[in-house]
């Protein structure tokens, strides 16, 4: 059964920075491409980021959202997906998801708040 | 970006009765493969989002064949042949083919 655990949200002030890490089980993680979306309350789901696998040299693709602020890695030694996140805005208050590509599977979340 | 235009916003269906949803994309979802990356999603009420559907018409392991999804180009439709109170929850059609990936807005299916 594939398992994705997401965890490292929580309260940031403006400004500043956090990692979120995924905990990949179930599968052979490092064969998949893996993705990051978030949801803020009552919106619907904004995919973020996406990191391919290392056959195809571990390039990434970005929302332009956050294009500059966010970078996506991983590391297939521990089966991880992890998402920095700096700078953070009020409006990067949301749900973050880790999803196995092609977003067939995904994790329960990591809830962010951004707030003084 | 690709914008997905989701409709209705909501429906109330009685059990056992069909349901329709429409989305409609911004601009051809066909692939450079010829693949169309058209994925119908759940979230129930406090839950993840769920994948149901991807390629227009293909169903997800486990999800059952009263589900079914169709369309072409740019103009799709999830189909529910019988509602029943599992399926109960919040709809998205989610376009995979142009980056960045885009949800619609959602359809909320409700008990009549």
């Known amino acids: 059964e594939v398992k994705l655990l997401e965890s490292g949200g929580g309260l940031v002030q403006p400004g500043g920075s956090l990692r979120l890490s995924c905990a990949a089980s179930?599968?052979?993680?490092?064969?998949?491409?893996m993705s990051w979306i978030r949801q803020s309350p009552g919106k619907a789901p904004e995919w973020l980021s996406f990191?391919?696998?290392?056959?195809?040299?571990?390039?990434?693709e970005y929302n332009p959202s956050v294009k500059g602020r966010f970078t996506i890695s991983r590391d297939d030694t521990q089966n991880v997906l992890y998402l920095q996140m700096n700078t953070l805005r009020a409006e990067d208050t949301a749900i973050y998801y880790c999803?196995?590509?092609?977003?067939?599977?995904w994790g329960q979340g990591a809830s962010v708040t951004v707030s003084s | 970006d690709v914008v997905m235009t989701q409709t209705p916003v909501s429906l109330s269906v009685a059990i056992g009765q069909p349901a329709s949803i429409s989305c409609k994309s911004s601009?051809?979802?066909?692939?450079?493969?010829?693949?169309?990356?058209l994925n119908w999603l759940l979230q129930r009420p406090g839950q993840s989002p769920k994948r149901l559907i991807y390629?227009?018409?293909k169903l997800d392991s486990g999800i059952p064949d009263r589900f079914s999804g169709s369309g072409s180009e740019t103009d799709f439709t999830l189909k529910i042949s019988r509602v029943e109170a599992d399926d109960l929850g919040v709809y998205y059609c989610l376009q995979g083919t142009h980056f960045p990936y885009t949800f619609g807005a959602g359809t909320k299916l409700e008990l009549k």
């Open positions: 990191i391919r696998n290392k056959a195809n040299s571990y390039t990434t």
């Open positions: 390629l227009v018409s």
């Open positions: 601009q051809s979802l066909v692939g450079t493969s010829g693949k169309t990356y």
């Open positions: 999803a196995k590509h092609p977003l067939d599977a």
């Open positions: 179930g599968f052979t993680f490092a064969d998949f491409y």
